[in-house]
DNA sequence: TCACAGTGACTTTTT
DNA sequence: GTCACTGTGA
């Protein structure tokens, strides 16, 4: 053990806890990190000190994670405390699956050079198999069978039943792998269970699996799934160090397979297990971590952590409750303002919400009051279609057996090769054991006619784009993916064992040159053209992206599989420049916030029905609340909460209560949201406190209107939304109708040099600069009594008054 | 083969 | 309210 003082820096920075995990060795070691304690840190610290200071090569280390961004940070961060540990594998689990399986293939008597399916390639599969069924129902199954893959079902497991009830599932499943296994292909689940597979029964390959790798560390673990657990536990042997790190809390990805229990039993699987928990919280203020404690703790089953800050104090989080979705947006919008003019960056700010469809009236609000933002999810670059097609043109080339991607273009600009057509190829492919494109060359005499000439362009094609991809494309010949060294800058491991080096005399030329001349050759382009033409959208400027992301490989079929592997596993690349949007306010469900912070967090829509949804019961309740844990733990500095007592849902309006989550939350950990002092004099009145026990907190600002509707209200813990919400409508509304209409007192036409005004928070001051912005109407800057200057939306805040001097 | 209209469905989604 | 799927008719 390295003497306390004399510790080298990178592990003085270390709290105790932290420096005891990283110093941990021998049984394995289960970290419970809870958020913004350090987790990342201790991880890439652990690494770095295995390699510094207790001689494990680098190769022998494999560390795991569930997202290609944190893959990647802990790759950088590990490096920068110590070069070597480039050569560790430090992969998601996915991508350390595919990087196994190319690697032992031949252990299942797989081609290595397989494409990766996702699930609407999944669908089509069982579209393909099931071609009565509707797509929704392809897409059911298809979902159902990668839930069957994240618990380790095969079709004839026994237990398959107990999971999914569907009398039909079984064949359907078995049908689909066996479809699957003559693509060549694998899907998104087969990346972790086939290891798993290749590890059970090919001793030699587990042995020496073993042997190499002695350090497996997990991040994230508590959303690991079954079948990872498995892939685990074979990748284990009693020589390994094992280490995992998570937090039971912020397990939210039950509904996709992550199995809690993985984390919950990890010390009994695992005999000898030691446990740290990381409870230092190095993010948030108390007060938020008291709230989110508040939340968390309702939940039965927890290993149990209190996060301490160590950022004492805080403002306390702000609920809000609005009458609509309207004055909810107006709500964000006056937060925004106010943290504008406190010279924030809208970067700081995060809007949560709970399904992506709520992201549509921020939408729609924001770019007319001059809010930037940013969709963080939503539709994916590489779900688009037109992506997607050029994709499907690049498989084929690789693997000519791909049926999915086959079906997919054959015909695609149309070429009158209709279903017909396409259906006798695949049926003669499938008698006769060829692929797809063989069947194609064999089969003109089943076309005539326009099918005949279209067939002919669409050989032609591939034969050219096959030949410009060089050599041995249609042979057996293994490769090794980025074994010779990376060219792209997406950074994937290489193989630290080394490999032969690329082949080929591709020179500088790159893959651009073959998708440019699919695109423009297929006729793609003219198909895409008019589709942007008519509905207006950005389906060339995507192709165009794509062409662009892939002239980072060379012109190879080495190149094209390295492209492919990194777009199939790392599909969060965003089409266009990020750079204009720097400084916009982000837009992200509560799922996607998972490993961020922001400053500020607004998490809206927190109405019983949407969040938690009524259905949700139980486990899927708790797993809600987990949701709301780790929302809430996002906050840095200032947290705010919002309900709206009208939602629209499906164009309908539907009055709803507060979630549940607000209602059996300490009243003493939040305060109501009010309105600067100065935009409305508070009246008279108070809730009855029976059944409002926070009114004695707030009772100065709530407004005299108590609506006592429909009764039930009257017997909530919290307030009606309305009661509240009809105080703060007058001023929500008075804000809004002078962001649009611009009369309203923060209309420019008022604001002059001179002007006396009286800030909320600063006072008294003078305005000595009146400037016009072209989004967000005046901009403001004032001198205040105590010296201090500051500038203003007046458009965005209420807290800035004019006042006679 | 395509364009259109009518129907129904609708959480979350690291890979 | 929106979108995507489905079936119809040209």
Not at 73 to 93: D, G, H, K, N, Y
Not at 190 to 199: F, S
Not at 510 to 528: D, F, N, P, Q, R
């Amino acid at each position: 053990m390295i003497e306390q003082e004399r510790l080298p820096p990178y592990l003085a920075y270390l709290n105790p806890e932290q420096l005891k995990a990283v110093l941990h060795e021998g049984s394995p070691l289960l970290i419970l990190a809870g958020a913004g304690t350090g987790k990342t840190r201790v991880i890439t610290t652990k690494i770095a000190y295995l390699v510094k200071e207790r001689g494990i090569s680098p190769e022998s280390i494999l560390a795991v994670t569930f997202t290609n961004k944190a893959a990647r940070e802990m790759r950088e961060r590990a490096a920068l405390l110590e070069p070597s540990c480039e050569r560790a594998v430090i992969r998601t689990f996915h991508s350390f699956g595919s990087w196994f399986l190319r690697r032992n293939a031949q252990a299942l008597e797989l081609d290595s050079n397989f494409v990766i399916y996702d699930d609407e390639d999944s669908a089509s599969l069982v579209q393909a198999i099931l071609p009565n069924l509707g797509k929704p129902e392809c897409r059911r199954y298809a979902s159902l069978i990668a839930r069957a893959k994240d618990y380790g079902l095969e079709p004839d497991s026994p237990s398959l039943a107990t999971l999914i009830r569907d009398d039909d599932f079984r064949r359907v499943y078995s049908l689909y792998e066996e479809r699957l296994r003559a693509t060549g292909n694998v899907d998104f689940g087969d990346l972790i269970r086939l290891p798993a597979k290749i590890l059970e029964k090919d001793e030699v390959i587990a042995r020496r699996t073993k042997q190499r790798f002695r350090v497996l560390l997990v991040d994230e673990y508590q959303d690991s799934n079954v079948a990872q657990f498995l892939l685990l536990q074979r990748l284990f042997s009693p020589e390994t160090y094992l280490c995992v790190v998570g937090d039971d809390d912020q397990s939210i990805y039950r509904f996709r397979g992550a199995e809690i229990r993985n984390i919950l039993s990890f010390a009994s699987i695992f005999p000898g297990t030691e446990t740290i928990k990381l409870e230092r919280n190095y993010r948030s203020y108390q007060s938020i971590l008291d709230i989110a404690g508040d939340v968390v703790s309702r939940n039965s089953g927890r290993l149990g952590k209190t996060l301490r800050a160590t950022r004492p104090g805080g403002a306390k989080p702000q609920l809000a409750l609005l009458d609509d979705q309207d004055q909810e947006v107006s709500f964000c919008a006056r937060i925004i303002g106010e943290m504008r003019a406190k010279g924030a960056s809208l970067s700081d700010i995060a809007i949560l919400y709970r399904t992506n469809a709520q992201s549509l009236a921020f939408e729609k609000e924001f770019p007319r009051r001059g809010i930037p933002y940013r969709l963080v999810g939503a539709l994916r670059f590489y779900d688009r279609e037109e992506v997607k097609d050029l994709l499907a043109y690049l498989s084929l080339l690789l693997n000519p057996r791909d049926e999915i991607a086959f079906r997919r273009i054959v015909n695609k600009p149309a070429r009158g090769l209709g279903e017909g057509s396409v259906e006798s190829i695949l049926d003669k492919a499938a008698r006769e054991g060829l692929s797809p494109i063989e069947a194609c060359r064999q089969s003109q005499e089943l076309l005539r006619g326009r099918g005949k000439a279209g067939m002919e362009q669409f050989l032609g094609l591939l034969d050219r784009a096959t030949a410009l991809l060089g050599t041995m494309m249609y042979q057996d010949e293994p490769y090794s993916l980025s074994d010779g060294g990376k060219r792209s800058t997406k950074g994937e491991n290489s193989d630290a064992k080394g490999g032969k080096a690329i082949g080929g005399d591709a020179g500088s030329a790159s893959l651009a040159i073959l998708l440019e001349t699919i695109v423009k050759e297929s006729g793609l382009v003219g198909y895409h053209r008019d589709q942007d033409e008519i509905a207006g959208t950005q389906k060339l400027a995507n192709m165009d992206e794509l062409i662009n992301a892939s002239s980072l490989y060379p012109l190879a079929s080495e190149g094209l599989a390295e492209f492919l592997e990194t777009i199939e596993l790392d599909r969060s690349f965003q089409a266009g420049s990020d750079a204009e949007l720097k400084d916009a306010v982000t837009l992200i469900t509560m799922h996607n916030t998972k490993g961020l912070e922001f400053p500020c967090v607004i998490v809206s829509g927190l109405e019983q029905g949407l969040f938690p949804r009524d259905d949700e019961e139980g486990e899927d309740l708790e797993e809600q609340r987990r949701l709301f844990y780790v929302s809430l733990t996002r906050a840095k500095d200032r947290l705010y909460l919002s309900a709206c007592r009208w939602r629209r849902i499906r164009g309908r309006i539907i009055e709803t209560s507060p979630s549940r989550f607000l209602t059996e939350m300490d009243p003493s950990l939040y305060e109501f949201w009010k309105l600067g002092a100065s935009a409305s004099r508070p009246q008279a009145g108070s809730f009855p406190r029976r059944t409002f026990p926070a009114t004695q907190r707030t009772a100065g600002s709530a407004g005299a209107s108590l609506i006592p509707k429909a009764g039930s209200y009257g017997s909530r813990p919290l307030p009606s939304a309305s009661s509240l919400a009809s105080n703060r409508s007058a001023a929500l509304t008075g804000s809004k109708s002078s962001a649009q209409a611009e009369t309203g007192p923060g209309a420019s036409p008022e604001w002059k040099r001179g002007q006396a005004v009286y800030h909320d928070e600063y006072g008294r001051g003078s305005v000595i600069k009146v400037s016009m912005t072209e989004s967000s109407g005046s901009l403001v800057i004032v001198q205040f009594e105590t010296g201090k200057i500051a500038q203003f939306f007046p458009k965005y805040t209420r807290k800035l008054e004019r006042i006679k001097d």
